[in-house]
């Protein structure tokens, strides 16, 4: 630990050196990078109180990314896991799960099965038409609301462009592990992708992509294995996705209009590790599986219109409504003549989501000061089937749950330029809410520019999260289980609050330089969790009754030289989780618990060749918490859980041909070929069956795999 100590200590001393340079620092006056999240216009990142993080839709083609998921393995404070029971992944912020993150598509909360933003399904999350990503850690509840409590990512799609007309189209082949055969092993993706500019007010952009996974084998045995052994199946699932896209805009003066429509289709495939036999005396005995697939269907509609009203005030508006099905479907598959029988299909999870904000800022015409008011509608409209989940409605096993959950928003922010260097920016929200108590967030913004380019930010926010479907609703009771949500639930509270310093200059010897050094601290009250309220015999229940705690101090130099672009980042990240177990009046130690992180990016531009060679690079260090669980006295108690440290790295080369209009990456994700993590629980078993001390596996993904992308791009007026 003293060497990752001094290794973080020495990238913070290289940030304030760099910062308190003289003689070798000129002025540097380029453009820069235009965002967008969280701001009361589109402004540089100079000028945004908020520090946001952008991943350049460079960096995405570095990866060879074709979802949300490919790129978030390489985010510093993100850390991504998948599950092998429904084929997902999810992206955990701080330690904080993927409900307090929320994922927006150009500032619109994307739909999920279980909220607004949140619980997002990174692979469903397709990068083809997107420009870029931009990320905002912290709380973000004034200008986004419930749930934005560790941060927010919003991906900035693409509309329009410099050409008359631009056609592309993608082939990827990928190897899943070491498995890969063109049609029942690895993974094969295509897009096409076409956009046209009538003239210099219209524009549409229309695309396509197919993403075929074909499961991951690992030591299973596939679905036409018939021996009993637990071997059936796959590691992790097979799953098709299909992706359709259009944007239609009109622009002119300050005037825009935009529709933008997403299709995302979604099979995913369940084989049972469990063979039944059929004896069929005097023949053969016969062999079958009950197996099935998860289909999901989701619609996403955007109306977005800005301009000016009265001359001066400015107004930016969007409508959405996103529809999402998941169907399941089960049959009996036949081994022998490998046929399915006896399907059946039935939506067990739908929502329906109408969604609008919008903002009028620009009261005063005044570059000093401008105020921007808000309102945001949320009405959802969501259906579980009991049949297939652990719900119920009414305190009733087998009746199918439908819940309508609306909230109506409003807030406001001002931002005032004291002077040239110093900005301030307080905001409020204001929820009312039909299912909880009426809800509010708050938030203040310093930004102060000092000599030589240092920037200094510094902001508070207060924010909230809801309940979700399952902590709400969920029954399951049988003989060995009684698992209850509790309609009874408050939104959790929290606060955040950041200080950081950031330095871009230019050096004598034409290198540039940035550092950018942050400190985070969060806290989250009345945090849900699935308490112990009976020992014997054994039963949970979701309740308001812990606390979360979190200190992170980051920092990330950038450095540009010639055809060099380097990237080093590090951050400390300290986190207490307080556990109270109701039925036992045990109520854990707020110890901290400390985990050293890195990750890094390194490229070098050959321009001779119109070669680019890419390596990104990623550590996460031990994590440790406490669990509660029974040991093996069968006492309840708390448990230290420990997961092993691991490291990603992903590299690739780019080449083009034909001035740019064909380009070749090759390349290898997760070369140090993680699978699965180790996690130790000393003295517990986690629950129920606990047996004194356990360790057990955590699924990251599939190990080390090797893709080759051909892409074809032309562009003409």
Same mark, same amino acid.
């Given at each position: 630990?003293?060497? #990752? ?15 308190? @340079? ?38 995405? #083609? ?32 701080? /330690? ?87 049609? =029942?092993? /690895? ?22 992509? %197919?993403?075929?996974?074909? &499961? ?19 590691? @992790? ?6 992706? /359709?896209?259009?944007?239609? /805009? ?47 269907? %989701? ?47 039935? !939506? ?21 000061? =401008? ?17 297939? &989940? ?37 905001? $409020? ?21 000092? =000599? ?12 909230? %999260? ?22 009874? $639930?408050?939104?959790? !509270? ?60 980051? !920092? ?86 420990? $997961? ?22 090759? &390349? ?9 993590? @180790? ?19 955590? $699924? ?8 080759? #992308? ?8």
């Amino acid at each position: 630990m003293k060497i #990752k100590i001094t290794l973080f200590a020495g990238l913070l001393i290289s940030t304030y050196s760099f910062a308190q @340079q003289k003689d070798s620092v000129v002025s540097q006056e380029k453009l820069s990078e235009v965002v967008v999240t969280g701001q009361l216009e589109p402004q540089s990142i100079k000028k945004s109180v908020f520090n946001v993080r952008v991943i350049s839709k460079e960096n995405i #083609k570095q990866l060879a990314a074709n979802n949300l998921a490919d790129v978030l393995n390489q985010y510093l404070n993100i850390t991504v896991t998948s599950s092998g029971q429904d084929g997902r992944s999810k992206a955990s912020m701080f /330690g904080l799960d993927s409900q307090y993150f929320k994922i927006l598509v150009d500032n619109i909360p994307l739909v999920s099965d279980t909220g607004m933003g949140t619980n997002v399904d990174l692979t469903q999350v397709n990068l083809d038409d997107v420009e870029r990503i931009e990320i905002i850690e912290g709380s973000m509840g004034v200008t986004h609301g419930a749930n934005a409590v560790s941060g927010i990512l919003n991906i900035i799609t693409k509309k329009g462009g410099g050409y008359k007309w631009q056609i592309g189209a993608t082939i990827q082949e990928e190897t899943v592990g070491k498995e890969f055969a063109f049609f =029942d092993k /690895g993974r094969h993706i295509q897009s096409a992708k076409i956009a046209h500019n009538f003239n210099e007010n219209w524009f549409v952009n229309i695309g396509g992509n %197919r993403n075929a996974m074909a &499961g991951y084998y690992e030591n299973r045995q596939g679905k036409d294995y018939d021996i009993n052994d637990g071997l059936r199946g796959y590691t @992790q699932l097979p799953k098709e996705q299909l992706v /359709g896209n259009a944007i239609v /805009g009109y622009q002119k003066d300050a005037f825009r209009i935009f529709y933008k429509f997403d299709y995302y289709g979604e099979d995913v495939h369940y084989y049972n590790p469990l063979v039944n036999i059929t004896d069929n005396y005097p023949f053969p005995d016969t062999y079958f599986s009950r197996d099935k697939r998860y289909i999901t269907n %989701r619609y996403y509609h955007h109306l977005n219109a800005s301009g000016n009203l009265f001359s001066t005030l400015k107004y930016n508006v969007s409508v959405s409504q996103q529809k999402q099905e998941r169907d399941l479907e089960n049959f009996v598959y036949h081994l022998d003549t490998k046929q399915e029988t006896d399907n059946t299909r039935d !939506t067990y999870q739908s929502k329906e989501v109408f969604y609008s904000t919008g903002t009028l800022s620009n009261f005063f015409d005044n570059k000093k000061v =401008d105020f921007q008011l808000g309102y945001e509608i949320t009405n959802e409209n969501g259906f579980y089937d009991s049949s297939v &989940g652990a719900f119920r409605d009414d305190s009733q096993q087998g009746v199918d749950i439908r819940k309508r959950l609306e909230n109506y928003d409003v807030f406001s922010v001002a931002e005032i330029g004291v002077s040239d260097r110093f900005s301030i920016r307080p905001g $409020l929200r204001f929820s009312f809410q039909t299912a909880f108590d009426n809800q509010y967030a708050s938030s203040l913004g310093l930004r102060y520019l000092f =000599d030589k380019g240092l920037e200094a930010r510094g902001s508070f926010g207060k924010a909230y %999260r809801t309940p979700n479907f399952d902590e709400l609703y969920t029954y399951f009771v049988d003989s060995n289980h009684n698992m209850q949500g509790n309609p009874d $639930l408050i939104p959790e !509270t929290s606060s955040s609050y950041e200080v950081s310093l950031k330095r871009a200059c230019t050096l004598g010897s034409g290198a540039q330089i940035s550092n950018n050094l942050a400190v985070t601290y969060l806290d989250v009250n009345d945090r849900i969790d699935l308490v112990t309220t009976q020992v014997t015999p054994l039963s949970y229940k979701y309740l308001n009754i812990n606390k979360y705690k979190m200190w992170n101090i980051s !920092t990330v130099e950038q450095f540009t030289y010639k055809n060099w672009n380097v990237m080093l980042g590090a951050a400390v990240v300290g986190i207490s989780r307080t556990l109270d177990l109701a039925a036992e009046n045990l109520v854990s130690d707020d110890k901290f618990f400390y985990s050293f992180r890195i990750n890094s990016n390194v490229s070098y531009n050959i321009t001779k060749w119109n070669t680019l060679i890419a390596v990104f690079y990623k550590y996460n260090g031990q994590q440790q918490q406490y669990v509660a669980g029974t040991g093996a006295d069968g006492k309840a108690g708390f448990f230290l859980n420990t $997961l092993e440290p691991f490291s990603y790295m992903d590299a690739s080369i780019r080449k083009t041909f034909f001035k740019n209009q064909f380009e070749v990456t090759v &390349g290898a994700r997760n070369l140090f070929d993680v699978t699965n993590l @180790q996690s130790m629980q000393n003295g517990g078993g986690g629950g129920a069956h606990g047996d004194g001390g356990t360790t057990s596996n955590m $699924l990251m993904g599939y190990g080390r795999s090797y893709f080759l #992308k051909l892409t074809y791009n032309l562009n003409f007026n």
